[in-house]
C-alpha cells in the first residue's frame, strides 16, 4: 500500500497513469502524447490550446523523473531513447484508485450495473466531504459575521454531526480499492 501511495503522490504521475490505463496493452503510446495530455489536464485547456512552454514544463520531470519511476516498478515499458510506452499487466493495481476517463466519451464504463451504482455512491461520499466542508465553512463565516445567531457550542455541534455523518456515508460505501488490493501489491 505504501508503495502505490508514493507513485500516486504526484497529480504528474496519477495523470500519466489515468492516460496510459485508458490505452491497451498492445499498443505503443509516445511519451510526447502523454505530456500533452497531462499538461492540459494541468492548466485545464485542451491539448490544441497549450503552449510550448507548457508542454515542456510538464514533458521534462515526465521524461526525467516520473516515467523512469513507473518503468523501474515494472508499470510500464519506456523506452525512453525513443520516447516511447508500453503498459504492463502491473498498472492495473491503480485502476481503482483512479477514475479513468475518456477524453471524448467521459468516465469509463464499469463491468456492470452494480459497480456503476457502488462507484456513483462513493463518488457521492466523497463529494460530500467537500459540501460538508463548504456548508461548515459558511455556517462559521454567517455566524462569526452575526448574520446567523447561534450559540457557539450549537455551532461546533452542528459542524461535527455533519463531518460524521458524511464519514458514516463515505464508510457504508466501501471502494473497491478498499476491497481488491490483497494481492495486488507491488513488489519491493
Known amino acids: 500500500m505504501d508503495e502505490i501511495f508514493h507513485i500516486l503522490q504526484t497529480n504528474r504521475r496519477r495523470d500519466a497513469i489515468e492516460y496510459l490505463l485508458d490505452h491497451p496493452d498492445d499498443d505503443p503510446v509516445k511519451m510526447s502524447d502523454?505530456?500533452?495530455?497531462?499538461a492540459a489536464k494541468?492548466?485545464?485547456t485542451t491539448i490544441q490550446k497549450l503552449t510550448s512552454a507548457q508542454r515542456q514544463r510538464v514533458y521534462i520531470p515526465l521524461y526525467q523523473?516520473?516515467?523512469?519511476?513507473?518503468?523501474?516498478?515494472?508499470l510500464i515499458e519506456y523506452d525512453k531513447?525513443?520516447?516511447i510506452i508500453r503498459t504492463t499487466d502491473r498498472l492495473e493495481i491503480f485502476r481503482p484508485y483512479l477514475e479513468v476517463t475518456d477524453p471524448v466519451e467521459g468516465p469509463s464504463r464499469s463491468a456492470s450495473?452494480?459497480?456503476d451504482e457502488t462507484?456513483?455512491?462513493r463518488r457521492l461520499a466523497t463529494d460530500s466531504y467537500a459540501t460538508t466542508l463548504a456548508v461548515s465553512t459558511g455556517l462559521f463565516v454567517a455566524s462569526t459575521s452575526g448574520l446567523l445567531v447561534l450559540p457557539e457550542l450549537t455551532l461546533a455541534a452542528i459542524i461535527i454531526l455533519l463531518f460524521?455523518?458524511?464519514?458514516?456515508?463515505?464508510?457504508?460505501f466501501p471502494s473497491p480499492s478498499r476491497t481488491d488490493v490483497g494481492d495486488h501489491r507491488p513488489s519491493h
Not at 502523454?34 to 497531462?38: P, Y
Not at 523523473?65 to 515494472?74: I, T, V
Not at 460524521?164 to 457504508?172: A, Q, R
Open 119 to 121: 462507484s456513483l455512491l
Open 113 to 115: 450495473d452494480s459497480a
Open 42 to 44: 494541468e492548466h485545464e
Open 81 to 83: 531513447s525513443r520516447g
Open 164 to 172: 460524521v455523518l458524511t464519514t458514516i456515508l463515505t464508510n457504508v
Open 65 to 74: 523523473s516520473h516515467l523512469p519511476k513507473l518503468d523501474e516498478k515494472n
Open 34 to 38: 502523454v505530456a500533452e495530455f497531462v
